[in-house]
């Protein structure tokens, strides 16, 4: 068969087109591959940076979850720990050196009085010689004193006369200021009125049990007294106190600022509670089987008119009449909970919350300082109020903040009443103290066995840190008490006269007593009270 060039050509251009086509093809999926390789290399970029977020999230999550675990585990020992409860956990970093400065810095130096009286002179002679073996000659004589206890019991008695009156044959007996009872033949041996009186003080003012009062009078004084003795004791001052309590109580109703909290308290193994209403003068105590309105009604009145600063428990916005100012420092302390245990975007608003609160306190302190006028303080207070309500506006996500977040709004008029009312105080410290001096009893010995004595221990109470309130030895007060004949005696311990904040009229505002205020503005309530 002859050569054909021409279809040699033919077929040789077909090859070389289909190798160009196949060509062609191949460089367009090498094209598209080479797309798909830079995708996919972005791809595993972001890919990588996710996990790397990812990784740090999850850390940041060990983190708290570790922390929130030490937290729990801080909590449930603080819980069953009774010894030492006030452990603030972390010390500081740089902690100021305890005692005294040195130097010019010590300050104003102070030294006690050398005594008018001296009951015994002690001479002391030098010693026989040097340590190195040589003779002493006597330059001068220094005096240096010291104030002693007499470890000493002694006894009295009282020579009674019991007389017959001739015209109605009635039983007459004398009796001396020094005696704490009338009672003869098998009551005739008893504890002088400062024994008793000091048993009470250590039991009720300090918060010792009665056995250890009882080894106190014993190791210190050689007494011989029983539990049973203390407890009585107890139980006799607190029935001759009860015309002073019910007086007290009348007290704390008229005076125009209270200041109230409330605390369990374990009365025959049940769920009590022990109420304390603190004015400028009295320090009213209740021991009530509640925590409601009724019970706190039963202190100071359901239609008491006054000033009341307290914790924020709902309860005590049930006296409308009153115009209230809810403690800053419990709002404090929550913004600072929240602090440590939110994360920093959730930390955001507890933060606000916080600064507005110090700059609140912070103005109170510049008009107490005289740098601000009456009207400048609440011209600055509307400031806050408005700044407060641009805070509580945008709470976050968070639902811790958001719960804190409707506590405050329910809060908001009751905020700031002691800028619009210079001298009320901006919070119930002053309760709180109250109560202090009684958790330590309390983890003693647990509270009261029955009701008898944990009137006792409200009556006691009252007296003591009422007396102590005015500047008064409550160890004397005891000993009025015990001494004294007339069975429904007020001791001078009730004040007269109304007692007011200086700087505030008589009245609260009136726009403190609406009591739906949150739902008609926050800012309602108190816009009026400048006016």
């Known amino acids: 068969m002859a050569f054909d060039p021409m279809a040699a050509l033919r077929e040789w251009k077909q090859k070389v087109a289909s190798l160009q086509e196949r060509w062609r093809g191949a460089r367009q999926e090498n094209e598209q591959l080479r797309k798909e390789i830079e995708q996919l290399r972005r791809r595993e970029k972001q890919w990588e940076q996710r996990e790397k977020q990812l990784e740090q999230e999850r850390e940041r999550l060990r983190q708290e979850n570790e922390k929130l675990k030490r937290q729990l585990e801080e909590a449930r020992r603080a819980n069953k720990r009774q010894a030492a409860p006030f452990s603030r956990g972390t010390r500081k970093a740089n902690p100021q050196t305890p005692g005294r400065k040195s130097g010019a810095a010590y300050g104003q130096r102070h030294s006690k009085a050398i005594p008018l009286k001296v009951d015994e002179v002690i001479a002391v002679p030098p010693p026989a010689q040097c340590e190195c073996g040589g003779s002493l000659e006597v330059e001068r004589i220094e005096s240096q004193y010291q ?48 024994a008793l009186a000091l048993a009470v003080q250590m039991n009720k003012g300090l ?15 050689h007494l011989q007294v029983n539990r049973s003795t203390i407890c009585r004791a107890v139980d006799r001052v607190a029935r001759r106190g009860e015309p002073t309590w019910h007086a007290l109580r009348n007290a704390a ?55 009341l600063t307290h914790d924020g428990w709902r309860t005590y916005y049930q006296f409308l009449r009153a115009g209230h100012q809810s403690c800053l420092q419990h709002l404090l302390r929550r913004c600072e909970d929240l602090i440590k245990i939110a994360s920093p975007a959730a930390a955001r608003f507890p933060r606000k919350v916080q600064a507005v609160l110090q700059q609140a306190l912070a103005l109170r302190d510049r008009y107490h300082n005289h740098e601000i006028s009456l009207h400048g303080l609440w011209t600055a207070t509307g400031r806050l109020e408005v700044n407060l309500d641009r805070v509580l506006a945008h709470p976050g996500r968070d639902e811790l903040d958001r719960r804190f977040a409707k506590h405050l709004l329910h809060e908001r008029p009751y905020l700031f009443t002691f800028l619009y009312c210079p001298g009320l105080d901006a919070t119930n410290n002053v309760s709180e103290r109250a109560i202090r001096a009684l958790i330590g009893a309390r983890k003693n010995w647990g509270g009261n066995r029955t009701p008898r004595g944990a009137r006792a221990q409200a009556v006691l109470t009252s007296i003591l840190q009422t007396a102590k309130q005015q500047g008064k030895k409550p160890f004397d007060v005891l000993v009025q008490l015990l001494c004294g004949r007339d069975q429904d005696r007020i001791l001078d311990l009730v004040p007269l006269t109304p007692e007011a904040p200086l700087g505030s009229s008589l009245h609260p505002p009136p726009s403190f007593a609406v009591p739906d205020i949150v739902a008609t503005g926050p800012s309602a309530g108190l816009a009026a009270a400048p006016v």
């Not at 017959?164 to 002088?192: E, F, I, M």
């Not at 918060?207 to 004084?221: C, E, S």
Request: charged residues 20%; proline residues 3%.
């Open 147 to 194: 104030q002693e206890i007499v470890r000493q019991t002694f006894w009295r008695r009282f020579d009674i006369a019991i007389c017959r009156c001739q015209k109605c044959h009635k039983r007459v007996q004398g009796r001396d200021p020094r005696q704490t009872s009338d009672a003869l033949g098998a009551a005739a041996v008893q504890l002088g009125p400062d």
């Open 207 to 221: 918060g010792i049990p009665h056995a250890d009062v009882a080894a106190v009078l014993q190791d210190g004084f």
């Open 253 to 307: 109703r008229r005076s125009m600022v209270n200041g109230i909290d409330e605390t369990g308290w374990n009365v025959a193994a049940q769920l009590r509670w022990l109420w304390v209403a603190v004015s400028e003068q009295v320090t009213f105590c209740d021991i009530l089987p509640g925590r409601g309105f009724s019970q706190a009604a039963s202190i100071l009145g359901a239609d008491y008119e006054g000033w």
